[in-house]
């Protein structure tokens, strides 16, 4: 067992720590009523950050396959979440 939640935390409070995050419209349409956003640090995506260290998963529905190629590296190097085995969070308990 691993905490995945508590060390995408971690990652994340390091990323922004002291610093301005800003959003930005990702697309136009808007997704059950909710705009898609990415949330940068200065010029740092938050979410390529985090895919990136395997603590997330890219989201081709939102991120248009943004972050593909940086979900293959963090898979490939075994980061994150990748260095185990687990279930998908989009696919049902059970």
């Known amino acids: 067992m691993?905490?995945?939640?508590?060390?995408?935390?971690?990652?994340?409070e390091e990323l922004v720590a002291g610093k301005e995050v800003c959003s930005r419209l990702a697309q136009k349409t808007k997704t059950?009523?909710?705009?898609?956003?990415?949330?940068?640090?200065?010029?740092?995506?938050?979410?390529?950050a985090m895919v990136a260290a395997g603590l997330a998963f890219d989201c081709?529905?939102?991120?248009?396959?943004r972050y593909k190629a940086d979900e293959a590296?963090?898979?490939?190097?075994?980061?994150g979440a990748w260095e185990g085995t687990f279930k998908p969070p989009w696919v049902q308990k059970g």
Do not use: T
């Open 2 to 12: 691993w905490a995945c939640g508590e060390a995408a935390g971690r990652e994340l």
């Open 32 to 48: 059950r009523g909710r705009r898609v956003m990415r949330c940068m640090v200065g010029e740092i995506d938050l979410g390529k």
């Open 60 to 65: 081709p529905r939102f991120s248009r396959e």
């Open 73 to 79: 590296a963090a898979k490939a190097d075994k980061r």
